[in-house]
Each structure stands twice: as structure tokens, then as C-alpha cells.
């Protein structure tokens, strides 16, 4: 008998679908083989001098944050790269060592205690910023100056120091006891583009903004400017370092960027029918009866909705893979739970697994898939699951 908790794995879907009641409900998959290969295949990319930091932001862009950097640090990763600082503090309390930079704003004693305490490094963005950390610092005795890297607004009216300031702004870091400079940073607002000319803009941008702080005589040790998207478009925006999110998880930034490099999307989303039924024509179904079988129907129902992430704005809009085979999402999604029509599946029965989104024989369901029919990107739907799906791991 299989115990209420048990974690599914692909061996347990494929021999034990049709009585696996007490499984998970719904959870997602990651692939920690495909992780690997995207860190690999991205590593071979860059050229030897070009370290790859993989961003694991909200909780590796809803893959796990930890496991997640556990697998990229063993694939060739060297830096991560976080939104906040509790998501820092995670990675270093799960025991991930390697450096890594926190991407926002941090202002408040105590996210700087916490910084220098979980040995983070810290985005600096301001002169003002800096005067707080320096200031914290030395109240704090801090024994040892802490890595910073410089923010620079190239384009994107973001975080950062306006380019054409950037040399007075590094100059007043590098004065600072407490602070040394690891990096100089800026982001891109278009990368995704076909169109490079706002792109190479903030490219000129950033490189007049280096010669700035070089005719000061200050060298910069490291400099990086690409996301995902300029990374896969045009190796001169790699530098040092380039900052990888989407593409580390298997998706493409753009179409155009797809022939770049080979990638496996990582994430699965999967859940289990828990009942059938036979609806006559004419029945309607789930609430606000937005849907009404057109015929006899064979009607399934799983344990998954809105409120593990699934939007409900896809109601009556998306299909789902069971046995290889693409079926029809009918009526409104609802909060845990949403319904199909299963009529075109042969002897279907209760608990047997339906993916989602990932693949099954030779069909695939992504999230750009999902993007498209919301009118949004692939990086909103991989954030949008919620943490009562689990997330297993398999190789
Ligand atoms: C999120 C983020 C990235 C990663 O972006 P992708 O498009 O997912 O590769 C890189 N740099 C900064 C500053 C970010 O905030």
C-alpha cells in the first residue's frame, strides 16, 4: 500500500497510475538531469573567460531555490544571483556556499547586518546607499570590507546610478572603508527584441560609462551586463560575467534566440484525475456553466486549479497530455480543481497522472504555450506556482 506521503517518481507514475490514491494530488517535476544539461550546453557556449551566474530568484523561478542551486553549482555555475535577502539566506542555510549577489535594493540595518553575517553581496545603487553601508559597517565593526557591486541605469529606468554619473559614484565607493568593489553592473530593457538598437545603445551607454571610471584611474575588476536574452543574442555583451535566469530553466527568451543553443525545458507541471463520469449532452459544467457538452461526454475531474497556479483566465482554453495524447481543459477553472473531457481515452481511469504542462511521447505542452493565450511571458507562468504543489526532483 502506498503511504498518503509518498513522492511520485517517474517509475512510480508509469506502474502504479490507476491506484494511486493516495499520492500527491498535484505537484511539479523538475528535471535535475536537464538543469544540468542547460548549465552545460550554456557553459560550452561562453567563451573561457566568462563566468556563468545562474539567477535563482523567487525560488529559482518556482523550480526550488536550493536543489536548484545545489545541481547548477555542480554543472558549471559559479555565481547565483537573488532578488532579496531572505532568499539569500536560504541558499546559505541550505548549505550552498558559492558567492552570491543580490540583485534588488537593500537599505535597512538589518539587511546589511544580515549581509555581512551571511557573507552576501550587496547591489549598490546609490551614493546614498552607500554612505548607509559603510556607515552600518563601521558601527558594526565589520572585520573584513565587503563585496559590492555597482548599479549602473544604462536604459531601463531601474535600479542604478545614472550612466553618466557613474564615475563620481564609483569613485565615492572606492573611498569608503568597509566597501570593495567586486563588480560594475548594468541590465538590459530589450534584449529580447529583434531589434538591437535600443540594446546597443545601453551597450555604448555602459562602455562610455567604463571609460568614465578608467580616465579616473580606477580599474574595474569585473564587469557584466547580459540576462538570458543577451546572452543567446551577441557574445560581445558577455564580459565577465553573464547573469542566466530563463534559459538555465530550458526556455527561450525570444523565437529568434532559440537556434543559439540547445536547451530541455526543466519544470513539469502534473496532477491526477480523482473522478470520472458519463455527462449527457446538454449538461453544463463547472461554475458560471461556462461550458455545455455538445454531446455525451466522458468527463474527468483533477485536483489542480488556480490556487496551485493553474490561471483561470485559460478556462475552456488549454489542453493537457494523458498517455501521450492531447485533451481538451472544459469549463471554469476552479480554485484546487479543474475538469476535461477524457471521452477520446480508451478505459481512463481515476488516479492516473495528467500532464499539464511538459512533455509525453512526441507531444509538448510549455509554458510559452500558456504565455501566448494570457498575453504574458514564460517567466510570469514558471513564478506563478504555488508552494502547496510539491516540487519533486527526478534525474
Ligand atoms: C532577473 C534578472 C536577470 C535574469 O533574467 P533572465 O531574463 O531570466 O535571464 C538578470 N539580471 C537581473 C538584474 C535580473 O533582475
Not at 325 to 353: C, F, K, W, Y
Request: with cysteine.
Amino acid at each position: 500500500m502506498l503511504s498518503h506521503n509518498q513522492t511520485p517518481s517517474v517509475a512510480f507514475n508509469q506502474q502504479c497510475d490507476t491506484y494511486a490514491w493516495f499520492s500527491q494530488r498535484a505537484w511539479v517535476e523538475i528535471d535535475l538531469g536537464a538543469l544540468s544539461y542547460n548549465v552545460q550546453q550554456l557553459v560550452q557556449f561562453l567563451s573561457p573567460d566568462t563566468q556563468l551566474m545562474a539567477v535563482v530568484k523567487a525560488d529559482a523561478y518556482g523550480h526550488g531555490a536550493v536543489t536548484v542551486a545545489q545541481t547548477v553549482l555542480e554543472s558549471g555555475a559559479s555565481w547565483l544571483g537573488v532578488a532579496t535577502v531572505p532568499e539569500a539566506i536560504q541558499l546559505r542555510e541550505g548549505g550552498i556556499k558559492a558567492p552570491i549577489l543580490i540583485l534588488g535594493a537593500t537599505h535597512t540595518l538589518e539587511q546589511i547586518h544580515a549581509i555581512a553575517h551571511w557573507n552576501l553581496q550587496p547591489t549598490l545603487c546609490s551614493p546614498k546607499q552607500a554612505l548607509v553601508f559603510s556607515d552600518t559597517l563601521e558601527a558594526i565593526k565589520h572585520d573584513s570590507p565587503i563585496p559590492v557591486h555597482i548599479k549602473l541605469d544604462t536604459g531601463m529606468s531601474r535600479l542604478g546610478t545614472n550612466w553618466q554619473q557613474a564615475g563620481e559614484f564609483v569613485q565615492l565607493v572606492q573611498r569608503l572603508p568597509y566597501l570593495s568593489i567586486a563588480s560594475i553592473y548594468s541590465h538590459l530593457a530589450t534584449a529580447d527584441s529583434p531589434d538591437p538598437t535600443v540594446m546597443n545603445e545601453q551597450h555604448r551607454r555602459f562602455e562610455e560609462a567604463i571609460a568614465q571610471i578608467k580616465a579616473m584611474g580606477i580599474e574595474p575588476p569585473c564587469l557584466h551586463l547580459a540576462n538570458s536574452a543577451a546572452t543567446l543574442a551577441d557574445p560581445k555583451l558577455h564580459y565577465d560575467i553573464v547573469r542566466v535566469g530563463l534559459a538555465v530553466y530550458g526556455l527561450y527568451p525570444a523565437p529568434h534566440l532559440q537556434n543559439a543553443i540547445n536547451l530541455k525545458p526543466v519544470l513539469q507541471l502534473k496532477a491526477r484525475i480523482t473522478q470520472i463520469k458519463t455527462i449527457a449532452a446538454g449538461t453544463a459544467v463547472s461554475y458560471g456553466h461556462q461550458f455545455i457538452a455538445p454531446h455525451e461526454l466522458r468527463l474527468a475531474v483533477v485536483g489542480i486549479g488556480y490556487a496551485d497556479g493553474v490561471p483561470r483566465n485559460l478556462s475552456n482554453n488549454i489542453q493537457v497530455l494523458i498517455r501521450g495524447q492531447r485533451v481538451s481543459q472544459i469549463g471554469t477553472i476552479t480554485m484546487d480543481q479543474l475538469m476535461l473531457d477524457v471521452s477520446a481515452i480508451p478505459n481512463i481511469q481515476e488516479g492516473e497522472v495528467v500532464t499539464l504542462l511538459g512533455e509525453q511521447g512526441s507531444e509538448q505542452i510549455s509554458a510559452d504555450d500558456w504565455a501566448e493565450k494570457l498575453n504574458t511571458i514564460s517567466w510570469e507562468i514558471l513564478c506563478g506556482f504555488k508552494h502547496r504543489l510539491p516540487r519533486v526532483a527526478v534525474m
